[in-house]
C-alpha cells in the first residue's frame, strides 16, 4: 500500500484546527501520515500540534518554525522535512479543511492510476453533483486571478490555486529546492518550475487537475485585504523571473 504525508500549514490556527476531524482520520486511514508546520504562530498553535502529536507520535509530526514564512515557506518547510522520508506521494491541504480530507483518497487514486503524472491538483469547478461553496465576491475574484495566471503560464490551468495539491514524492527535493517568491502564489511557481523542467507542452503529460467533490471556503481567511494590491507585483516578479519558460 502506498504511503502518504500531508503537510498542512498552521498560521494562528489553535481555535479554527479541526484536531478531532484529523485524529479520527488518522484511527481509520492506515496509510496516511501529517506534517503540520506551525508558521511562528503567536498563538496556542504549538501546543495544540504537540498534544496531537503525543496522540500518534509515529504518524503526526508537529515541525516548528521560528518565525513566521508565510505559507509558500511553510508548505516548502515541511515538503523539505518529509522528502527524504520513505512516503510515496506528499502533499498539502488548508488546516481550515475546506478540501475536506477524503479527497486524499481521490487524489492518490490519480496519481496511482497514472504512473506518467507528478501532480495532481484539487480544482474547485462548481458543477451539479458536486458541493463547491464559496462567496459570490471570492468566486469571481478567483476565477479572475486563475485566469489571468492560466494565460501567464500559458497552460489551460483552471485553478491553479486551489489548496490541495498532491506530488509523486520523487520529484519533491527538486521542485521545493529553492524559496518561493510570493507566500501565496508559489502554486504558479511550481508550475512554471514543472514547466521549465519538461518544456511546454511536455509539462501537460505530467500534471493534472482533478474535480473537488467538496470545498468549504471558511469565512476568516488569514489573507490580509492589502495582499490583493501586493499581489500584483508578486505575479509580475514571477512573470519577468520565469519569462523564458
Ligand atoms: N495567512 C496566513 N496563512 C498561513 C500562513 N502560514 C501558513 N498559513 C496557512 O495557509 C492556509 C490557508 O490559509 P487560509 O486563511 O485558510 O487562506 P484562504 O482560505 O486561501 O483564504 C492555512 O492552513 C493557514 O494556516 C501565514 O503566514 N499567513
Ligand atoms: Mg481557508
Not at 482520520?25 to 500540534?49: E, H, K, M, P, W
Not at 511553510?74 to 506528499?90: I, P, S, T
Not at 501565496?184 to 512554471?192: G, H, P, Q, R, S
Request: hydrophobic residues 45%; charged residues 20%.
Amino acid at each position: 500500500m502506498s504511503s502518504v504525508c500531508i503537510i498542512i500549514p498552521c498560521y494562528n490556527e489553535a481555535t479554527r484546527l479541526p484536531s478531532d476531524i484529523f485524529l479520527a482520520y488518522i484511527s481509520q486511514n492506515a496509510t496516511v501520515n501529517f506534517c503540520f508546520v506551525d508558521d511562528g504562530s503567536t498563538d496556542q498553535t504549538r501546543t495544540v500540534l504537540e498534544t496531537m502529536q503525543t496522540r500518534y507520535p509515529n504518524r503526526i509530526e508537529a515541525l516548528i518554525l521560528a518565525k513566521n514564512l508565510g505559507k509558500a515557506g511553510a508548505v516548502r518547510a515541511g515538503m523539505l522535512h518529509c522528502a527524504g522520508q520513505a512516503f510515496d506521494y506528499l502533499g498539502f491541504l488548508d488546516a481550515d479543511l475546506a478540501t475536506p480530507l477524503d479527497a486524499i483518497a481521490s487524489l492518490t487514486a490519480v496519481l496511482e492510476a497514472n504512473p506518467e503524472l507528478d501532480l495532481v491538483m484539487g480544482s474547485r469547478i462548481k458543477f451539479l453533483g458536486v458541493d463547491i461553496q464559496r462567496t459570490l465576491f471570492r468566486h469571481y475574484t478567483g476565477r479572475i486571478i486563475a485566469t489571468i495566471i492560466s494565460n501567464i503560464l500559458k497552460l489551460p490551468v483552471y485553478d491553479s490555486q486551489c489548496g490541495a495539491k498532491l506530488f509523486r514524492a520523487a520529484i519533491v527535493m527538486n521542485l521545493f529546492q529553492e524559496s518561493f517568491i510570493s507566500p501565496w502564489l508559489f502554486d504558479v511557481e511550481l508550475l512554471a518550475r514543472l514547466s521549465q523542467k519538461y518544456g511546454r507542452p511536455g509539462v501537460l503529460k505530467h500534471v493534472a487537475e482533478h474535480p473537488l467533490r467538496q470545498w468549504i471556503e471558511q469565512s476568516d481567511s488569514r489573507i490580509s485585504s492589502g495582499y490583493m494590491f501586493r499581489m500584483w507585483y508578486e505575479l509580475y516578479r514571477i512573470q519577468q523571473k520565469y519569462r523564458n519558460v
